[in-house]
């Protein structure tokens, strides 16, 4: 095999590994750093800070075809509050670094604030800092610091053997909004209710942060991340970080939205697409079966459904149970942002 | 006037200004928002906890032709460092967030880490969390978190009238640097290490954490601001955020390197243009006169110069005192991202 030359051969994972290789022990106050969906970082004993980063970029994250300035406003925010959320975090104070093109205009610039301020209030979180710069393409980065609940975030790594396979709300449906606005996928004139639900559950996810924080007060979770690089990515990291282990997932059991199953009985795409496909920012956790009746309740309380949908097992891999078969499926749909174009 | 159209026209100050007054009130554990070197927040009492953020673009903070990977690797996080050194903070965690072409070379990548690492293990920081996509034009968003001592910052609008001006090291020589890397002007044979000096100085320049530390203890200074868009443009800001003073400098006084003034004295550059020039990354600071032997004694202890260069007036504008003449200088050189070109 030869070396990789470019970073388009080595992937985002390869570089990240090398940095990991690169970095120094962790000194006590940095708990946690590469690798979850947040860093915790302890100044101050028993102190959970969280801080999260998310990186967009025009033409790779998002196409002025189909997004508005609003949409994107309130996406560049919401990215970040979800990965937050799946460290059961509290969301506090926001820095948003903007490369502008010179030629963009005012109207588009305020809108874009405005949608991001908006969500920023609704979820208590406040702007405190940034940079704004030039730039030929338009990138945005935003990061988010906050609280872990009693300074102990929930980590993706703790899932064990046995324990229940959890999902808020439904999955794949803004893989099936993107295709949609990409034109990717027509909707039959019937499904156009569906087709914008789709769409706007791309260019609006509603961060699960009031459920992230209601699971990390449970304390009935043992592993939790948001779905991001899709279900069966996703789910693969925290099968690996929870020191190689594998799942199965109840076919029967899978939260389809409304939308979705209508795509999916007209037979315009599959479960396995749907898995695979990215940035529902969904929660996807663990708990033993102990915590069964404890989630429930809790499920009962929240804005979104909780789906039981799997196990979590000793044997690697990730299989599909359905009429008393059992099907294996790679982690297909990992998005590697230098090895694979769109999202 | 015709309403500002793009965001050339509003300019960066502009925008900063709208997104200012877009702004709810702070809550208590926000201190400090956009405004300073860096936010201050303190999500327990009596807690100073610093964050920082820059954005640098390809072709806007640095060019290819004259940057080495290892040379952005360093600077990509000391333009950071010198932003918490301006406000008498230590260090701590670092996040770093990279859109990056994908034909980049891996060898370039892994250059720009180890200098970025490097820097990083000198001044105790820790790398812990970012974000790496792909992009046309290359990116980097660093965002540095640190401690106050005692949980207060040093901020830049407590100058009070009679107060003395210091600046640690000199000023001018990354503008200098700088236009001699791209060719706008060329160094007399004699000058050549004098020039190497200078293109050093931009290339490279010294975060000065430790005096910024030392200055924090000291509880001698007023007000504090680091020198990244030039030293006019910077006591401008000191001036006006202290309430709208002015200043007046004394040109004997003011710190010239002697690659600075080398170029002085064979009449390649004058003293506003060096005033005006960005990215020295020195501390920019005033005190009270009854603290002059406070600050003697620390410089004596400093690794770099502090030169007392003038004192705070209550009239507005900066005035240069030469030879007994007193001349008005304007806020020249401020630099805008969306208004100037280049650095």
């Known amino acids: 095999m030869k070396d990789p030359l470019t970073i388009a051969d080595w992937g985002e994972f390869g570089f990240i ?16 750093g590469i690798g979850d969906d947040a860093a915790w970082w302890s100044p ?20 002025f075809e ?30 948003l670094s903007l490369a502008l093109p010179a030629r963009l205009e005012k109207v588009w610039l305020e809108s874009f604030v405005d949608a991001f301020l908006l ?9 405190a800092g940034g940079d704004t710069v030039q730039a030929d393409q338009m ?17 993706r790594g703790g899932a064990l053997v046995g324990d229940d396979i959890y999902l808020s709300g439904s999955f794949g449906d803004s893989y099936l909004g ?8 027509q909707a039959p004139s019937a499904l156009n209710e569906s087709a914008d639900f789709l769409k706007n559950r791309h260019l609006r996810p509603t961060p699960r ?18 779905v ?61 079966p102990k915590q069964r009746s404890k989630i429930e309740t809790l499920a009962a309380k929240a804005v979104v459904e909780l789906t039981r949908i799997g196990r979590i097992t000793v044997a690697e891999g990730v299989f599909m149970l359905a009429d008393g078969s059992r099907t294996a499926l790679g982690a297909r749909g990992g998005y590697d942002h230098f090895q694979h174009q769109g999202c």
């Open 228 to 288: 991001s690089d899709g279900v069966l990515a996703d789910l693969g990291h925290l099968l690996t970080d929870s020191g190689g282990l594998g799942a199965e997932l109840e076919v029967s059991r899978l939260p389809l939205s409304f939308a979705a199953r209508d795509f999916f009985e007209a037979d315009l795409v599959d479960y396995v697409a749907l898995l695979a496909g990215g940035e529902d920012y969904e929660l996807l956790f663990t708990a033993s």
């Open 139 to 155: 990138v945005i980065s935003v990061t988010l610091c906050g609280l872990a609940l009693k300074g102990k975030p929930i980590l």
């Open 44 to 63: 101050l004993a028993g102190q959970g800070i969280l801080t999260t980063t998310d990186m967009l970029v025009e033409g790779v994250h998002f196409d």
């Open 66 to 95: 189909y997004t508005s300035a609003a949409d994107l406003g309130y996406k560049s925010l919401a990215v970040n509050l979800s990965d937050l959320a799946a460290m059961g975090g509290s969301p506090s104070c926001v820095y």
């Open 178 to 185: 993107l295709k949609l606005l990409q034109g990717d996928l």
């Open 209 to 226: 942060v009031a459920l992230g924080e209601m699971l990390a007060a449970s304390g009935a979770v043992s592993a939790m991340l948001d």
């Open 17 to 32: 590994e090398a940095l990991r290789q690169r970095l120094p022990e962790a000194t006590d106050d940095l708990k946690l």
């Open 119 to 127: 969500l920023a209030k609704e979820y208590g979180v406040q702007l």
